[in-house]
């Protein structure tokens, strides 16, 4: 990685990101994605409309909303983004905003803050060779949020670990899928924590799954 630079330097080149993300994606601002998991939520109406207001405003990201207690539960609607980032908030958060207009300022400056820091740490990861399935924020109960971000290596990404296995491993070379997949997540409470450890997984610790083959390569968020 030749890139230097902190994130506040990076912030500053990047004021205009928001008027250019609602002009180049505003077609897609539109689509709700109020029930990210199979669990439903229930808003009032003025929070149903403050959540179309999100959606439109910050057109790349999902803002997710549900009620989650656990990482697993969050994670399970975080994992339904389709967008660039995905953002979740809770259901109580949300009605909270809709009712207190200087809670839902709050909130909103900090998910600008979010989505300046997961461009800046897109731009740190995209030629680190790092295949980075989708990032974003969790803002918790107590008021601070987690950066988080999805990681894969596929097969054919350790398709030359494999090969140097072979010689050591013939009788097992018929076994290998490049069907299967590694898959982890990371989260932290800053940029630089969690840039640290994407680049310090220990794939050889993470358990092999197997995923089916859904085609061409991910491209960064695309």
Do not use: C
């Not at 207001?53 to 389709?82: P, S």
């Not at 990861?125 to 918790?140: C, P, T």
């Not at 894969?152 to 070379?173: C, M, V, Y």
């Not at 995923?211 to 991910?218: V, Y």
């Amino acid at each position: 990685m030749n890139k230097v630079g902190s994130y506040d330097a990076y912030v500053n080149s990047y004021q205009n990101y928001g008027t250019q993300s609602r002009t180049q994606r505003g077609s897609a601002a539109g689509k709700a994605n109020e029930t990210a998991s199979a669990k439903p939520v229930e808003l009032s109406q003025d929070a149903k409309n403050l959540l179309k207001e999100l959606q439109h405003k910050y057109g790349n990201m999902d803002i997710i909303v549900g009620n989650f207690e656990t990482e697993e539960d969050a994670q399970a609607y975080l994992d339904r983004g389709t967008k660039d980032y995905s953002v979740l908030i809770g259901v109580e958060e949300l009605e909270e905003m809709a009712k207190d207009k200087s809670v839902k300022k709050d909130y909103m400056d900090k998910i600008e803050r979010a989505r300046d820091q997961l461009a800046y740490l897109q731009t740190q990861l995209e030629d680190s060779g790092e295949n980075v399935k989708k990032m974003g924020v969790v803002f918790e109960k107590d008021g601070t949020s987690t950066l988080f971000a999805s990681l894969e290596k596929s097969g054919e990404q350790q398709k030359e670990r494999i090969e140097e296995a072979r010689e050591a491993k013939r009788a097992e070379r018929n076994q290998v899928s490049y069907g299967k997949t590694k898959r982890t997540t990371v989260k932290a409470k800053t940029t630089e924590e969690l840039l640290e450890k994407i680049r310090n997984v220990d794939w050889s610790k993470v358990e092999e799954r197997d995923i089916p083959k859904t085609g061409g390569k991910f491209d960064y968020f695309g």
